[in-house]
C-alpha cells in the first residue's frame, strides 16, 4: 500500500478498459482497435434485464441525442455479461431499439470474463430454481466513457439522468 504525504496531490492512471476481442451484433469479430478514433460510451448488462439495463441504455440514447450533433461520433457499446442467452441475432434486435448508433457486443463465456475483468464490471449467474431459464443476472451499473485511444476518461453511476449524463459528455471530452 502506498500512500501520498500529506498536502502532495496524487496523480495516477485509471487501470480501466484495455484490449478485448468480441463479436459484434451483426456476427463479425471486433477488437478494441475497430473503434478506434471514436469515443466509447459503454454499459456492460443483459438484454433479459428487467429493469437496470434497458433504463441505462435509453438514457445513453437520450443523453447522446441532447448533443446532437456532438454526439454523432460517440460510439455507445452495450457488452452483455450474458453470452449463453445473448446471440448476436438477440443482441442485434435489442440494441435495435435504443437506435442505429448503438453496438452489441457478444461472445464466448471466456472473452465476456476478459473484457468484464478489464473494465472492473462485477457480474454473477443468479439461479431460478423455479424456472432454470429465466434466471438473473447481478452485475455492477456503470457507464464507462473512454477516449478515442481507448484510455478511461469517466464513468457515470446508475443514478445519472440524461441531462447530467449529457453535460458530463460534453464536459469529457470538451464539447
Known amino acids: 500500500l502506498m500512500t501520498t504525504p500529506q498536502g502532495q496531490r496524487s496523480s495516477g492512471v485509471a487501470l480501466v478498459g484495455g ?18 478514433g471514436k469515443p466509447m ?5 443483459y438484454t433479459f434485464c428487467p429493469d437496470v439495463c434497458p433504463t441505462e441504455l435509453q438514457v445513453m440514447a437520450e443523453a ?24 448476436p441475432a438477440v443482441m442485434a434486435a435489442y440494441v435495435a431499439a435504443f437506435g442505429e448508433q448503438f453496438v452489441g457486443l ?17 457480474y454473477q449467474k443468479v439461479d431460478n430454481k423455479d424456472a432454470p431459464d429465466t434466471y438473473l443476472m447481478d452485475h455492477s451499473s456503470i457507464i464507462y466513457l473512454m477516449d478515442g485511444e481507448g484510455k478511461f476518461l469517466k464513468h457515470f453511476t446508475y443514478s445519472t439522468d440524461a441531462k447530467a449524463l449529457a453535460g458530463g459528455l460534453a464536459s469529457a471530452l470538451g464539447r
Open 106 to 122: 457478444t461472445g464466448t463465456p471466456e472473452q465476456v470474463k476478459q473484457i468484464a475483468g478489464a473494465y472492473r464490471v462485477f
Open 64 to 87: 447522446l441525442r441532447q448533443l446532437g450533433d456532438r454526439g454523432t461520433d460517440i460510439q455507445p457499446i452495450f457488452v452483455t455479461i450474458d453470452p449463453a442467452r445473448d446471440t
Open 41 to 45: 460510451l459503454l454499459f456492460f448488462g
Open 19 to 36: 484490449p478485448f476481442t468480441m463479436v459484434k451484433h451483426t456476427g463479425e469479430p471486433v477488437t478494441e482497435k475497430s473503434f478506434a
